[in-house]
């Protein structure tokens, strides 16, 4: 009877293994409404839910840096309907914040790297420099005097800018914001210098004129910002990037995480999917889970250095 009750209790597992998913998943994003990551989120749970034959729906989690968002997929059933599409903050919460309610390290299993891509470096349409050497000479002749904008404390402009100034070996003034909006506000007002947002932030601004993208972030230029410098170029080893990746809850058997990778392989090659990515100046980097671990890996690592050394704190 034992073993019969052992047979059925692992024929039942198999079969339940083998019909995901056979209900609707939810796709996590630890951020507002209307950004670039709920963007994301929305472009990739449709292709997904056309894939999967099953509703995804997103549901939208800010708050605190995206730890919210994050630990409510760490604390979820590791079956394969919870995930979380994490983005730059993953790498560096962990570092920024000592008292973190999750192991960033263990309560996640990576699923798949989306899609990487360039920041980019503005000032608005008035301000006098037009290079980032401009900007690095002006910034060495006065210490301080220079602003630059940041959506606020630990975020990826921040971070960004403080590599900036370690490169160049100048002193810049941060000025964090509650959002980039009213960063881009200020730019644009004049009350900052200069600004590292992300290339959906941007473009627009840039497309009309508003703004004058001075360099991108990226080790290589962008296709998306043809003609436009790279930061490295004057600074070499600078690199920012925007980065996309699905996480499942650890625990999620790999089987599911097999097939959850193949899904979303097959939803970012969709020409639908890459225009819309690639109008936001990002490039698909789909590859297998470890490749998605190995990077963020490296990420913390080189953004732990950064923290540490410039005494970065989230207020």
Not at 40 to 68: D, F, H, S, Y
Not at 131 to 154: D, F, M
């Amino acid at each position: 009877m034992v073993a019969l009750a052992s047979a059925c209790i692992l024929s039942y597992a198999q079969f339940a293994l083998a019909a995901y998913p056979d209900k609707s998943l939810r796709l996590i994003a630890p951020f507002a409404p209307g950004g670039g990551t709920d963007q994301m989120a929305r472009a990739l749970g449709a292709g997904l839910a056309k894939v999967l034959g099953q509703t995804v729906v997103i549901e939208n989690k800010p708050g605190a840096g995206t730890v919210i968002g994050m630990d409510l997929v760490a604390r979820s059933a590791p079956d394969g309907y919870t995930l979380v599409l994490a983005t730059f903050a993953h790498a560096v919460n962990s570092t920024l914040q000592s008292k973190l309610p999750y192991d960033s390290d263990r309560a996640f299993a990576p699923v798949a790297l989306i899609a990487r891509g360039p920041n980019v470096l503005v000032v608005r349409h008035e301000s006098p420099f037009q290079s980032v050497k401009e900007i690095v000479a002006a910034a060495t002749s006065q210490p301080g005097r220079l602003t630059y904008a940041s959506q606020g404390n630990g975020t990826s402009a921040h971070l960004a800018g403080e590599m900036f100034q370690n490169l160049g070996k100048i002193e810049l003034t941060h000025i964090p914001y509650r959002g980039a909006s009213l960063a881009l506000t200020d730019l644009l007002g004049g009350q900052v210098d200069l600004f590292i947002g992300t290339a959906a932030g941007v473009s627009p601004l840039i497309a009309s004129g508003k703004l004058r993208a001075i360099a991108v972030t990226s080790p290589m230029p962008s296709s998306a910002f043809e003609g436009i410098a790279t930061v490295a170029a004057t600074l070499p080893g600078y690199a920012v990037e925007s980065w996309y990746g699905v996480y499942a809850p650890a625990g999620t058997p790999a089987s599911i995480i097999a097939s959850l990778n193949a899904a979303i392989r097959q939803t970012v090659q969709n020409p639908d999917f890459i225009k819309k990515i690639e109008n936001e100046g990002l490039m698909i980097a789909v590859g297998e889970p470890s490749e998605l671990e190995q990077y963020v890996q490296a990420e913390k690592s080189r953004w732990k250095t950064i923290i540490l050394e410039n005494k970065i704190q989230v207020q």
